[in-house]
């Protein structure tokens, strides 16, 4: 049988590096993101000011990441990752 992208897996669940993954990062307070972040504009910006441009646009494009494991960090929290492994216990 050939499979095509509109077949599913009949169990899906996530894997262990995943699981693993989110345990670890539910450990930091959601807040650590947002500062890490923060850190990053306001690191780029003072080095922009200095002249060093590369360095500013370097460290500038961490914000954006930081912010967006800050909120994959929080919904992992908020609803977890895998629904379907907590509803069957």
Known sequence: ???TLTDTKKDP???VVARTMEAQ???LPSD???WAGLGAIATSFVLQTLGKK??????????????????????????GSDAHERATR
């Open 25 to 27: 990062t539910a450990k």
């Open 54 to 79: 590369a360095e500013s646009l370097f460290i500038g494009q961490w914000a954006p990441t930081f912010l967006i494991l800050g909120l994959y960090n929080k919904i992992v929290k908020e609803l």
């Open 13 to 15: 669940r996530e894997g």
């Open 1 to 3: 049988m050939r499979a």
């Open 32 to 34: 650590t993101f947002l």
